[in-house]
């Protein structure tokens, strides 16, 4: 009888001692399952140039340069924390979408970009926090991309400015219509 019961603990000992290394072994695949690489564009972001800056008055466009700053440190960044970077990056580009415009810039095709810049930052948060990699991967490609066609478009409506429009012999507009105040496919 006392041969039975050593067997029985024994087995038992034996069974829960495996099933706790199972669990240990679970935790530690879920914590490192995120893994992002770093994308290429990342480390080829256009620059606004300082003289660009100042003839734009850039430098009062304060939700501009703190957007611009933002995606200048998570393309420097580790990837492991990318998740706190999009949420705040989200609440960056929302805020600066809401505020105004500088007149130079206050034009539908600045504004676009900007708007296909967020929902690739909202696109990238959502693939982040589920944990799907390969799709994070091409997602960021994708809104480091989307971030350069942003601020080439900007030099490009810059120099653009600098023409005057009776040199290319067109009517002047008397009356410009903001971007934000009636959107082109807007209801109203």
Not at 57 to 62: A, G, K, M, Y
């Amino acid at each position: 009888m006392l041969r039975f019961v050593f067997i029985t603990l024994l087995l038992i000992g034996l069974f829960s001692c495996k099933e706790k290394k199972s669990n240990t072994q679970l935790v530690e695949t879920e914590t490192e399952s995120l893994s992002v690489d770093t994308p290429e564009n990342s480390t080829q972001l256009v620059r606004l140039t300082p003289e660009l800056i100042e003839e734009n008055r850039l430098e009062d466009w304060t939700h501009f340069l703190k957007f611009k700053d933002a995606m200048e440190d998570m393309s420097k960044l580790n990837p492991a924390g990318i998740i706190i970077f999009l949420s705040e990056l989200n609440q960056i580009t929302t805020d600066l979408i809401k505020a105004p415009f500088p007149e130079n810039y206050d034009k539908l095709p600045i504004y676009g970009r900007i708007k296909v810049v967020h929902t690739l930052v909202i696109k990238c948060y959502f693939y982040a926090v589920n944990q799907q990699n390969e799709k994070l991967n091409r997602a960021l490609e994708e809104l480091y991309f989307e971030y350069n066609v942003l601020l080439k478009r900007m030099i490009s409506m810059a120099e653009e400015n600098k023409i005057p429009l009776d040199s290319l012999e067109m009517d002047v507009p008397t009356t410009f219509q903001g971007s934000k105040m009636r959107p082109t496919l807007s209801k109203k």
